[in-house]
């Protein structure tokens, strides 16, 4: 009992925050793209925010409802329908058994998350629910989903409160983003003329870009020597320079290790929107210090909380009364 996928949409996984822990073995971390929508969506649930939601790309899947329950829907906006019905993304919904959610394709961004109430009913790999694609490990059967595919709820929602005002503002970037990043172990690699390239010239999302990385095109960098090192662990959001002087951002399925020159790392307010960016996004890059980002962190996690609460706050609810042919508005606070 739980879900039914009738059709899996374009590219659709079971990912929640990673694993972590394991790159010295060799592993990728994986783990949503979109950690804020996957954070979002999961918030609107009252689910703990990290816990696994299916990861939907440019198209989303038809899902059958075999088990009553909650949802939510964030990320990339796209056209939902519930019985045929249209329903609004960044909301809490309700889902009765037997019905049916389509998902249709985004109208900006790429990657959506579906969340469900009391989470997805897959087994942990290495502490994580998480599909690791290129590798075929972890969510379910350590691959995309396909039609016909069926996922139990771990524990699904009866009863949310406020249910019927629980939304969140959408957070989604455009054509043009500019990307935060603070400067990477290998800066002094290159040149002044390479760094104010990267800082003050526009860079576009090539067409290789995927779950474990982004290829962008534009003005070349320019190392002092070249663009190779003794390979090292590469982070989340790392922005490699090979000798070809064109950037590589590293993401969730980035390799465990590298070996070419790193020039920044993205911070991680800002990759949800490289996450979300499609071929032909320019990209503008500023540098900001380790303290800056930290801040910007830290007041995500404190907007997040206050979201949270805000779900459990009391709200007036107003009923309307026909009496004498006149109609009144009466309001009652909720406790």
Same mark, same amino acid.
């Given at each position: 009992?739980?879900?039914?996928?009738?059709?899996?949409?374009?590219?659709?996984?079971?990912?929640?925050?990673?694993?972590?822990?394991?790159?010295?073995?060799?592993?990728?971390?994986?783990?949503? /793209?979109?950690?804020?929508?996957?954070?979002?969506?999961?918030?609107?649930?009252?689910? =703990?925010?990290?816990?696994?939601?299916?990861?939907?790309?440019?198209?989303? #899947?038809?899902?059958?409802?075999?088990?009553?329950?909650?949802?939510?829907?964030?990320?990339?906006?796209?056209?939902?329908?519930?019985?045929?019905?249209?329903?609004?993304?960044?909301?809490?919904?309700?889902? #009765?058994?037997?019905?049916?959610?389509?998902?249709?394709?985004?109208?900006?961004?790429?990657?959506?998350?579906?969340?469900?109430?009391?989470?997805?009913?897959?087994?942990?790999?290495?502490?994580?629910?998480?599909?690791?694609?290129?590798?075929?490990?972890?969510?379910?059967?350590?691959?995309?989903?396909?039609?016909?595919?069926?996922?139990?709820?771990?524990?699904?929602?009866?009863?949310?409160?406020?249910? =019927?005002?629980?939304?969140?503002?959408?957070?989604?970037?455009?054509?043009?983003?500019?990307?935060?990043?603070?400067?990477?172990?290998?800066?002094?690699?290159?040149?002044?003329?390479?760094?104010?390239?990267?800082?003050?010239?526009?860079?576009?999302?090539?067409?290789?870009?995927?779950? /474990?990385?982004?290829?962008?095109?534009?003005?070349?960098?320019?190392?002092?020597?070249?663009?190779?090192?003794?390979?090292?662990?590469?982070?989340?959001?790392?922005?490699?320079?090979?000798?070809?002087?064109?950037?590589?951002?590293?993401?969730?399925?980035?390799?465990?290790?590298?070996?070419?020159?790193?020039?920044?790392?993205?911070?991680?307010?800002?990759?949800?929107?490289?996450?979300?960016?499609?071929?032909?996004?320019?990209?503008?890059?500023?540098?900001?210090?380790?303290?800056?980002?930290?801040?910007?962190?830290?007041?995500?996690?404190?907007?997040?909380?206050?979201?949270?609460?805000?779900?459990?706050? #009391?709200?007036?609810?107003?009923?309307?009364?026909?009496?004498?042919?006149?109609?009144?508005?009466?309001?009652?606070?909720?406790?």
């Amino acid at each position: 009992m739980g879900i039914y996928i009738q059709n899996p949409g374009f590219l659709t996984s079971v990912q929640d925050r990673g694993r972590f822990g394991l790159q010295k073995d060799g592993v990728s971390p994986s783990g949503a /793209m979109d950690l804020h929508s996957m954070r979002l969506a999961n918030l609107l649930l009252d689910n =703990d925010m990290d816990e696994a939601v299916l990861e939907t790309t440019f198209m989303g #899947p038809e899902i059958l409802f075999t088990e009553t329950n909650f949802f939510a829907v964030t990320g990339a906006p796209m056209k939902l329908t519930l019985n045929g019905r249209e329903v609004p993304m960044y909301t809490a919904l309700y889902g #009765p058994a037997g019905s049916v959610l389509q998902c249709g394709g985004v109208s900006t961004g790429c990657r959506s998350c579906i969340a469900f109430g009391g989470g997805l009913e897959v087994l942990e790999t290495a502490g994580s629910k998480s599909t690791l694609l290129r590798n075929a490990i972890g969510g379910w059967n350590g691959r995309k989903l396909q039609a016909g595919d069926k996922i139990g709820f771990a524990a699904p929602v009866e009863f949310l409160e406020n249910y =019927d005002i629980r939304h969140v503002p959408q957070k989604i970037g455009g054509k043009e983003i500019q990307l935060r990043v603070i400067g990477g172990p290998q800066e002094e690699r290159f040149t002044q003329t390479g760094l104010e390239a990267f800082y003050e010239t526009t860079y576009e999302v090539s067409q290789e870009c995927d779950r /474990m990385g982004y290829r962008l095109e534009g003005e070349k960098i320019e190392h002092k020597t070249d663009g190779n090192i003794i390979s090292d662990g590469i982070a989340l959001g790392a922005v490699q320079v090979p000798t070809s002087g064109l950037p590589i951002i590293m993401l969730s399925e980035r390799q465990s290790m590298g070996g070419y020159t790193k020039i920044a790392n993205v911070i991680s307010v800002d990759l949800p929107l490289i996450a979300q960016s499609v071929p032909g996004t320019r990209i503008r890059f500023k540098q900001v210090t380790v303290e800056e980002a930290q801040k910007l962190w830290l007041s995500e996690l404190k907007e997040l909380e206050e979201l949270k609460e805000e779900m459990h706050r #009391p709200y007036e609810q107003t009923f309307r009364l026909s009496i004498g042919g006149r109609t009144y508005h009466v309001g009652v606070m909720e406790q």
